[in-house]
């Protein structure tokens, strides 16, 4: 099958491009639809910053709302585009830019002889597509239009190139810019009463580090303050308080959905749906009906204490099981 098909990006205005979770090709054509048609300056981050054609400023905790998916999810997909040359994504810790790999290809028209849709010299066509350039996105379907073998092999080096680029800057990420975000989330993580932590380590720089590689500062900031509310607050049974580079090591999974999380460590008086389920980690109630004491346990004996209420409760639910049997 060949030929093209215009969309218009008012098809994001109707209820039915609302219904989540995306499909992987919905998210494609969204991709499409939010990238830039011409070059265009965007104030970020208190500068002006250029964005080109066919490129888009995001990060992943957008894509993550946008499109109904999970981090994981959203992150995995990118790669999935990356591999397949069709996109570009480049993360640092403020954002991440998409920009599509031969956008032109997905915009420009351009004449076959077999389209008999069709018509005119490549010069008509190509103006007629710069005219409504600003309101349609046209996704072509037509192999053809990604080149020969040549070209292909190109494109691979280019990508290759520039991830490579990228991963260069982020070994060497350890700059003024990258200092301030240390000391911006340390700062933060003190203002939540949580763990208040003396001075900022090595230590805490370099898990800080390893962690932006999967999260942007925005998102580790809202898991930190789901992670305060929920630990600060008596309605949730979850009490153990963590320091900063713990969290980091063990804390974000349990608490990276806001919602799941409160309603996984709500106590049953306060828990309204009481027979609804919601998924979580396997740790969910590790520390349930569990006082916290961490200045005279050490962890070793905090997991020791945990494994014997599991094990009391385990009993108790096959005691009640055998007196409901006999009766």
């Known amino acids: 099958m060949s030929g093209w098909i215009s969309i218009h990006r008012k098809i994001q205005e109707n209820w039915i491009w609302e219904d989540k979770p995306f499909s992987k090709g919905q998210a494609w054509i969204d991709i499409l639809l939010m990238v830039n048609h011409e070059d265009k300056k965007i104030p970020f981050s208190n500068e002006l910053v250029e964005v080109k054609r066919g490129s888009r400023i995001t990060s992943i905790r957008q894509l993550c709302e946008r499109w109904g998916w999970s981090n994981t999810k959203v992150r995995g997909f990118l790669e999935l585009l990356e591999n397949e040359n069709m996109l570009i994504a480049k993360s640092d810790s403020k954002k991440t830019t998409l920009t599509v790999v031969n956008y032109n290809d997905y915009q420009i028209l351009k004449d076959s002889e077999n389209d008999s849709e069709t018509t005119g010299t490549f010069s008509e066509i190509e103006k007629k597509s710069k005219k409504n350039d600003r309101e349609t996105t046209v996704g072509s379907i037509d192999n053809s239009n990604l080149g020969g073998f040549e070209e292909i092999k190109k494109r691979q080096r280019n990508i290759t190139e520039k991830s490579q680029k990228h991963t260069n800057n982020n070994d060497n990420n350890d700059n003024n810019d990258n200092k301030d975000i240390y000391t911006d989330l340390y700062e933060f993580w003190n203002s939540k009463e949580i763990i208040k932590h003396k ?129």
């Open 199 to 327: 001075k900022l380590t090595d230590k805490m720089k370099t898990k800080i580090k390893s962690t932006l590689k999967d999260y942007d500062v925005e998102t580790l900031k809202e898991i930190i303050s789901t992670y305060a509310e929920i630990v600060n607050d008596e309605k949730y049974y979850f009490t153990y308080k963590w320091s900063l580079e713990d969290f980091l090591q063990r804390g974000l999974k349990q608490f990276e959905n806001s919602d799941v999380a409160k309603q996984n460590f709500l106590k049953k008086e306060f828990n309204k749906t009481p027979n609804q389920s919601v998924t979580t980690t396997k740790s969910k109630n590790r520390f349930h009906n569990f006082q916290q004491r961490s200045d005279n346990y050490t962890e070793e004996e905090l997991d020791k204490k945990v494994d014997d209420i599991a094990d009391r409760k385990k009993r108790e639910f096959l005691e009640r099981m055998k007196g409901a049997n006999e009766s």
